[in-house]
């Protein structure tokens, strides 16, 4: 995951203002007591400051893959119903 990954998940799932207020003002005990954005500028993977993000806010995890992983699965799951 790149970080503009992080970034597109964020707004997707948060709304894009809430969503940068929650990187840089939210504490992740799972990052080291660090928000999501000191976690990314430390060297955290953008993946694992999500992960730890929608564990932390209980983001169903149907939802910690993103919009477009939804509904592709979602299309998929179509498509096999019409088989």
């Not at 929650?22 to 500028?41: I, K, M, S, Y």
């Not at 993103?66 to 979602?74: N, V």
């Amino acid at each position: 995951m790149r970080t503009s990954d992080f970034w597109r998940l964020m707004d997707d799932e948060f709304g894009a203002a809430y969503a940068h207020s929650l990187a840089r003002d939210h504490v992740l005990g799972a990052l080291g007591n660090l928000t999501p954005l000191q976690a990314l500028e430390s060297g955290t993977t953008p993946r694992e400051a999500w992960l730890a993000l929608c564990a932390d806010m209980d983001v169903p995890k149907e939802r910690w893959l993103g919009k477009e992983m939804r509904d592709h699965t979602k299309e998929m799951r179509d498509l096999r119903k019409r088989g």
